[in-house]
């Protein structure tokens, strides 16, 4: 057992507690909740600067404790009945869906918590299928390859024609195109402003012109 001081936010004073010198978490806020009289559910404690969390990748996390530890202890207040307000500022990060597999959830938390990767990034790695990352990998070693035989401007436009080339879409049967070469006996599409479109206009404004003085 060892002991330990609990600073609570607001008017009381700091407390002393004895506690086991590894416990769980959960364990941990349970008992400071019990002595202090205080919601558990609504319960933040802090230790050296980080937040300390009940599970991580549905395993329960353990805090190995020395005697004259100090954690900060803070009460959520609760939201106003009949509204649902989340404050807490993990549910504004991004999150892996429950039915993540269990070793996404791993290196998740690896990318995470050892590597401190920020969520912008952590959102493009888990978003993409593993069809897209193994095209990703494929196309790094290809651009290597290419440059080892100077060749890789070329390889750059390559890639940039077929990705253009693979957004083209499909027409459906009766669908025209905006430009013109492209169409059957190089038909237009109506309202279009060209070269003969304006040639044609102002022939036929001469014309009424001419009409109306003859």
């Known amino acids: 057992m060892v002991e330990i001081t609990l600073k609570i936010i607001g008017p009381a004073r700091p407390s002393r507690l004895h506690v086991p010198s590894s416990l769980r978490v959960h364990d941990l806020r349970k008992l400071i909740a019990g ?32 005697y004259g530890d100090s954690l900060i202890v803070a009460v959520k207040p609760k939201a106003p009945s009949g509204l649902d307000i989340d404050d807490d500022e993990e549910d504004l990060k991004f999150q892996l869906p429950q ?9 998740y938390s690896f990318l995470l918590n050892r590597l401190k990767l920020p969520d912008i990034l952590l959102m493009a790695i888990f978003s993409l299928s593993l069809k897209a990352w193994i095209l990703v990998i494929l196309w790094f070693i290809l651009a290597h390859v290419a440059h080892k035989w100077d060749l890789g401007p070329l390889y750059i436009l390559g890639t940039g024609f077929y990705t253009i080339f693979l957004n083209l879409g499909r027409r459906q049967p009766g669908d025209v195109s905006a430009y013109s070469i492209f ?32």
């Open 35 to 66: 002595k202090n009289r205080l919601p558990v559910e609504n319960l933040k404690l802090i230790s050296q600067g980080k937040v300390l969390h009940d599970r991580e990748d549905e395993d329960d996390i353990y805090i190995q404790l020395n």
């Open 99 to 107: 039915s993540t597999s269990r070793w996404k959830k791993k290196l």
């Open 183 to 214: 169409n059957e006996d190089f038909r237009e599409l109506p309202g279009t402003l060209n070269a003969d479109a304006i040639d044609r206009d102002i022939r036929t404004e001469g014309a009424q012109t001419w009409t109306m003085h003859g």
